[in-house]
């Protein structure tokens, strides 16, 4: 499986790819939306970890586009934006879960797991 991680936050992609990816046969990673959107035509990723806040292109309308590219994608939302409407605009839009930052490496496995049960349930 493919995972793409999409945070303008250095140091939180490299905390996402640290503790998931023993669990991954390739890992890429985007730092605004439209390179996550650019690299979901490359790549076809099974599952996307994906910020809200970031320059360019943000996580809702990237959610909404690699959906239209790769509607079998699982996604994350990982985001210290707590405001409940976006939350459920991503989910509305195709993101299968959500994640509040600061998140500890259990909550993130924990997290990734569910999404990944759902890939496997396909």
Do not use: Y
Request: one cysteine or more; proline letters at 3%; aromatic letters at 2%.
């Amino acid at each position: 499986m493919k995972l793409m991680i999409v945070d303008d936050s250095l140091i939180i992609r490299n905390k996402i790819n640290r503790t998931l990816l023993s669990r991954f046969s390739k890992v890429c990673r985007a730092e605004n939306g439209q390179q996550a959107i650019d690299m979901a035509k490359l790549e076809h990723p099974n599952v996307v970890t994906m910020d809200l806040t970031m320059p360019e292109v943000d996580g809702v309308e990237a959610i909404e586009r690699i959906m239209a590219i790769a509607p079998d994608t699982h996604i994350l939302v990982i985001s210290a934006l707590a405001d409940k409407a976006t939350a459920i605009k991503a989910l509305s839009l195709g993101a299968n879960g959500f994640l509040c930052k600061p998140f500890t490496q259990s909550q993130l496995s924990s997290a990734i797991e569910r999404i990944i049960d759902i890939e496997l349930s396909k």
